[in-house]
T-cell receptor, first 114, second 109 residues
């Protein structure tokens, strides 16, 4: 158990819908990262927050947004869902940002868009 | 961007065998991690190893940063070692981990 929690574990929804994925980092970690794992793209970085502020953006679609709250938990919002958004979404956390900080991954949320 | 290449892409082992997985990267890195993704999809941290050698039970890893590669050794493999092994690196002045495509390991009883 990495100490990073994610809910829900599984999510099945229809095209055009909106969903929210939730992540709680390990105790003491200030950075939260979101990654997407799909069959055709592999594991890709989406976005990072550090202590409530956005720090880096990767290949995140405009239909996706995220935020980190004062209690450091984070939410990833996915809207106008398409079939291609079906993937495993991971949240990771680390003590600091960048450089030499090990990232710990949560169990993931498996999203299926039908 | 940085290229992370893992080899071999697939590995089939008999229980008890030893194996070596390789990760090559194209640029200087501040962080290198090895993960095991089990059949349930969980990503499990194996090693944080930007340089040097570490051991954890039957697993060990070596990173030679100056030559831009890392090796993961699995000894006396067990069926529970099956899954996908990922190497991920973090560039200087970067925030995200860049993952390789993974090595799929199947250990047969």
């Amino acid at each position: 158990d990495s100490g990073v929690t994610q809910t829900p574990k599984h999510l099945i929804t229809a095209t055009g819908q909106r969903v929210t994925l939730r992540c709680s980092p390990r105790s003491g970690d200030l950075s939260v990262y979101w990654y997407q794992q799909s069959l055709d793209q592999g594991l890709q970085f989406l976005i990072q927050y550090y202590n409530g502020e956005e720090r880096a953006k990767g290949n995140i679609l405009e239909r996706f947004s995220a935020q980190q709250f004062p209690d450091l938990h984070s939410e990833l919002n996915l809207s106008s869902l398409e079939l291609g958004d079906s993937a495993l979404y991971f949240c990771a956390s680390s003590v600091g940002t960048g450089l030499a900080y090990e990232q710990y991954f949560g169990p993931g949320t498996r999203l299926t868009v039908t | 961007g940085i290229q992370v290449e893992q080899s071999p892409p697939d590995l089939i082992l008999q229980e008890g065998a030893n194996s070596t997985l390789r990760c090559n990267f194209s640029d200087s890195v501040n962080n290198l991690q090895w993960f095991h993704q089990n059949p349930w999809g969980q990503l499990i941290n194996l090693f944080y190893i930007p340089s040097g050698t570490k051991q954890n039970g039957r697993l060990s890893a070596t990173t030679v940063a100056t030559e831009r590669y890392s090796l993961l050794y699995i000894s006396s493999s067990q069926t529970t070692d099956s899954g996908v092994y990922f190497c991920a690196v973090l560039l200087s002045n970067d925030y995200k981990l860049s993952f390789g495509a993974g090595t799929t390991v199947t250990v047969r009883a």
